[in-house]
């Protein structure tokens, strides 16, 4: 516990990012330890590229999409507090943690899950998932397993399904209408939870 406390004590705004994202200490020192490894040039930051050393992701069909997220828009760079807050995304809802009525939605919540998960699809960033979207990532996902027929039809029976407005398109507000979306229902997905 005493490295633990030692090495938190080096962390810049340690109690903040743990406040904001829920991690332990024990889990920030972790993610620290991780940051500094990744960032093997230290630089004092990591660029897409340093992603490239994580061998799980490095074999995830949707591995840019993902490194992707890390990156707002015209950011080439992230700091470690950007690295803690993208990673909260994953961490399980935490149903015990009190929620100040006055404070922004915690960042493992349901919502901003959902809302990290829709961009992974809304590559052009319109707000809006278009069926050429959604067939680019299941191609990407499921690459030769299923013929381009079915894809098409997998993409086409999605968007008839979740688009409620009609506009050939999904919105955030029909992805999330669409509680445990994935396309086509017979994928389970509890990416959500």
């Given amino acids: 516990?005493?490295?633990?406390?030692?090495?938190?004590?080096?962390?810049?705004?340690?109690?903040?990012?743990?406040?904001?994202?829920?991690?332990?200490?024990?889990?920030?020192?972790?993610?620290?330890?991780?940051?500094?490894?990744?960032?093997?040039d230290k630089k004092g930051h990591l660029c897409p590229q340093d992603f490239?050393?994580?061998?799980?992701?490095?074999?995830?069909?949707?591995?840019?999409?993902?490194i992707?997220?890390?990156?707002?828009?015209?950011q080439e760079v992230l700091d470690f507090p950007s690295f803690v807050r993208i990673l909260a995304h994953f961490r399980p809802v935490d149903k015990n943690r009190p929620k100040d009525p006055n404070s922004p939605e915690h960042i493992n919540s349901r919502s901003n899950k959902l809302k990290f998960i829709f961009q992974l699809y809304d590559q052009d960033k319109d707000g809006k998932i278009s069926r050429q979207e959604l067939l680019q990532v299941l191609r990407t996902m499921l690459e030769k397993q299923v013929t381009e027929e079915q894809l098409e039809?997998?993409?086409?029976?999605?968007?008839?399904?979740?688009?409620?407005?009609?506009?050939?398109?999904?919105?955030?507000?029909?992805?999330?209408?669409n509680s445990l979306w994935c396309p086509s229902r017979s994928i389970k997905c509890r990416a959500t939870d």
């Fill in 52 to 66: 490239g050393a994580i061998k799980e992701l490095a074999m995830n069909p949707i591995s840019d999409r993902i």
């Fill in 153 to 177: 039809s997998i993409a086409d029976r999605t968007i008839q399904e979740a688009d409620l407005d009609r506009d050939d398109a999904i919105s955030f507000d029909e992805f999330r209408k």
């Fill in 1 to 40: 516990m005493g490295s633990t406390n030692s090495t938190l004590s080096k962390i810049p705004n340690a109690g903040d990012l743990m406040q904001e994202t829920g991690f332990s200490p024990a889990h920030i020192v972790r993610l620290y330890d991780r940051y500094k490894a990744l960032d093997k």
């Fill in 68 to 74: 992707g997220a890390f990156f707002s828009s015209g």
